[in-house]
């Protein structure tokens, strides 16, 4: 990692922009004599000259102000002031981004326990002046079988122990990726509250292992970790891009964009075998409710049109209560192409619907998977949706398969009748105009007798507009 900026070179530097030098004696003197002779000189001449310190006022806080400019901008391109905001924020792989106004430190060596052929690796551990983070990871053996009916339970909790031996009790636990690690059988992370600066060590005990049944594997696992101060091969940058989709052009006008939606490129995180890109999806219209509208990253590709890979990434970050507005984040798997990247998005939004609803009768006693072909259309939103068919999942739920030809790539459904017992869309990745889609609803138990009434209460749809973002690294 770069050296930090000495305060004694920092003040130089503002010193060099805010110290103006203070006019002379001798041109102080003549000014004042000057203003003095023209105060006896009549009305009309006092206001010109007020007219014209105006100007000169106006002049010399323009001067000062182009005056600093320029040397902020010389001080801000000095290669150790970049890197310092660069330093702000970093990444960390399985981690994701951090604060580094404060001395970061990281896991000097992993640390490794086998034991009745169960293997445990602590990958990562980071502290930062906001919490602590580890990630563990273990692979089983090949013929590991988990029976049917095992129990899972451990009351005892993960705890991390300091040499004063102070016991912490994980904040924040979780699953994590392990694409990267195909032998791994969980990687897992448990987050801890910040520790004192000056820990150079602490013993992390593990009960037992997480998804794993304590009478089949071995119990309270030790590790004695060792931290040191992170650089530069530890922690990535995170560099601050903001770009957002040009509108839809029609004639000589950009289009307004639908409900005030904006799809923006915030940052990105340059990685060795790639980028991780994040963004968010804002909008100012209230008849899209909160979470209610998504940005999907259908296709990138470079300028010579080859298409280039990607995977969906943890956005990190979730809209404070009632915004309108959601993150996303995603990982470019080369950095092999030519700039700069067309990244294409295509956005979807959920509607109120206008309560258009459909029946059909399950009969008396529905067995599980049983099918049904309905075959109705419904307009909603003066929209048509196509209702093909319905399937009983058992316990009360209810799948149905529709399609529409609009626009219309998704909804939710109730029974007005009946309480529900649940309800909901389905389907996944980038939704496509015309694709068949499935709704839920469950009913709660004994089952309504039929005909039963389904009634649309949202419609998705994909919202039109040129929603692609041209990004270079």
């Not at 890197?83 to 430190?105: M, S």
Request: aromatic share 10%.
């Amino acid at each position: 990692m770069s050296e930090p900026i000495r305060s004694s070179e920092l003040e130089e530097l503002m010193k060099d922009v805010v110290n103006v030098p203070e006019p002379d004696a001798e041109f102080m003197n003549s000014l004042r004599a000057r203003f003095i002779a023209e105060g006896h000189a009549s009305a009309k001449k006092n206001q010109e000259l007020q007219m014209k310190q105006k100007v000169f006022s106006l002049r010399l806080t323009w001067a000062l102000a182009i005056l600093v400019l320029v040397s902020l901008v010389v001080l801000f391109t000095r290669p150790t002031v970049v890197n310092a905001l660069k330093r702000l924020f970093g990444y960390v792989p399985n981690i994701g981004i951090i604060d580094q106004t404060a001395e970061v430190l990281v896991l000097t060596d992993p640390v490794t326990v086998t034991r009745e052929s169960i293997t445990v690796t602590v990958e990562q551990a980071v502290l930062t002046n906001e919490k602590t983070i580890i990630v563990y990871s273990y692979i089983l053996p090949v013929d590991f079988f988990i029976p049917d009916n095992t129990s899972f339970g451990d009351s005892r909790s993960p705890v991390l122990i300091l040499p004063d031996g102070t016991r912490l009790e994980p904040l924040v636990r979780q699953r994590l990726n392990t694409m990267d690690c195909p032998q791994c059988s969980m990687r897992y992370e448990l987050d801890f509250s910040a520790i004192p600066g000056n820990v150079t060590g602490a013993v992390l005990e593990l009960p037992s292992l997480v998804a794993v049944p304590v009478e089949l594997a071995p119990q309270d696992w030790k590790f004695q970790l060792n931290f040191k101060v992170a650089d530069s091969s530890d922690i990535v940058p995170v560099i601050q891009q903001v770009v957002t989709p040009v509108p839809t052009v029609i004639g000589s006008e950009p289009a307004s964009p639908a409900y005030g939606i904006t799809n923006t490129l915030d940052k990105f995180v340059a990685l060795p075998d790639g980028y991780i890109l994040y963004g968010n999806i804002s909008w100012t219209d209230p008849v899209i409710r909160p979470y209610g509208a998504n940005s999907h990253l259908a296709s990138i590709k470079d300028a010579n049109g080859v298409e280039i890979p990607f995977d969906y990434a943890d956005a990190e970050m979730y809209p404070a209560e009632g915004e309108l507005r959601q993150y996303w984040a995603y990982k470019l798997n080369s950095t092999d192409f030519a700039a700069p990247l067309s990244l294409a998005f295509v956005v979807e939004a959920a509607l109120p619907a206008n309560e258009g609803s459909f029946t059909f009768d399950p009969g008396p006693d529905p067995q599980q998977w049983q099918k049904w072909d309905i075959n109705q259309d419904v307009l909603v939103n003066n929209e048509s949706v196509h209702v093909l068919s319905v399937e009983y999942a058992g316990e009360g739920y209810f799948l149905f398969t529709m399609q529409s030809d609009s626009n219309i790539i998704g909804a939710a459904i109730t029974d007005l009748a009946h309480p529900p017992m649940g309800g909901g869309g389905g389907g996944g990745g980038v939704p496509v105009v015309g694709d068949p889609f499935g709704v839920g609803f469950g009913y709660q138990l004994p089952l309504p007798e039929g005909p039963l009434t389904l009634t649309f209460t949202l419609v998705d749809i994909l919202v039109p507009g040129d929603w692609n973002i041209v990004w270079s690294p």
